[in-house]
């Protein structure tokens, strides 16, 4: 079973900024995409940011320019830097892993709490 924990979570006022990990216990190397989604309660849980295999990346409309996802493949560590945060903002984020092969599976962290108030 592959551990994901999410970490960087916090209260932030609006405009502020903070990053997000998420440590993997398996290499994430070979990992076909990693990802973040937000969900708030009584809503879908959202996409918010994925990065591929190949390091491509793919941002919802309502984070672009704000958010950046980078990956870490030594430190098996994905990150979310989101800048000029809004109230909208406010969310359980969870990482999200997916290999296809060495062996297959998807995995979810337990979430971390982003509240974006002042």
């Known amino acids: 079973q592959v551990q994901l924990v999410e970490s960087g979570g916090g209260l932030v006022q609006p405009g502020g900024s903070l990053r997000l990990s998420c440590a993997a216990s398996?290499?994430?190397?070979?990992?076909?995409?990693m990802a973040w989604y937000r969900q708030d309660p009584g809503k879908q849980r959202e996409l918010v940011a994925y990065?591929?295999?190949?390091?491509?990346?793919n941002y919802a409309d309502s984070v672009k320019g704000r958010f950046t996802i980078s990956r870490d493949n030594a430190k098996n560590t994905v990150y979310l830097q989101m800048n000029n945060l809004k109230p909208e903002d406010t969310a359980v984020y969870y990482c999200n892993a997916r290999w296809v092969a060495g062996p297959s599976g998807e995995y979810w962290g337990q979430g971390t709490q982003v509240t974006v108030s002042s």
């Open positions: 398996r290499s994430i190397a070979s990992a076909t995409v």
């Open positions: 990065i591929t295999y190949g390091g491509n990346t």
